[in-house]
């Protein structure tokens, strides 16, 4: 599992330029390259915005991810539980 901060506007849930769709689409495609996903499906910015992303592969069950405004900072607090294997 990956966990990572996207450049600002780099994944829209509602894109507002031609460019975002593109980087948006790219992403995507990176992603289903290497059969991994991101996980997170709600907004974690406070100006909107899917900036804070959890990456895990396809094959796997994917986690529930949690997204919270914890009013600490302009992102939301992500949390999900990982089953790990000995």
């Not at 849930?13 to 790219?26: E, Q, W």
């Not at 910015?45 to 990456?55: A, P, Q, R, W, Y």
């Not at 405004?69 to 992500?78: E, K, N, P, T």
Request: proline content about 2%; hydrophobic content about 45%; charged content about 20%.
């Amino acid at each position: 599992m990956v966990l990572g901060l996207l450049p600002r506007n780099a994944l829209y849930c509602k894109a507002r330029s031609f460019d975002r769709i593109i980087y948006t689409t790219r992403l995507v495609d990176l992603l289903d390259t290497y059969g991994t996903g991101n996980r997170v499906s709600e907004l974690t910015h406070e100006l909107s915005g899917i900036l804070d992303v959890v990456v895990s592969r396809r094959e796997l069950t994917a986690p529930v991810v949690d997204v919270a405004d914890v009013g600490l900072s302009d992102h939301f607090l992500l949390q999900w539980s990982v089953t790990t294997a000995n």
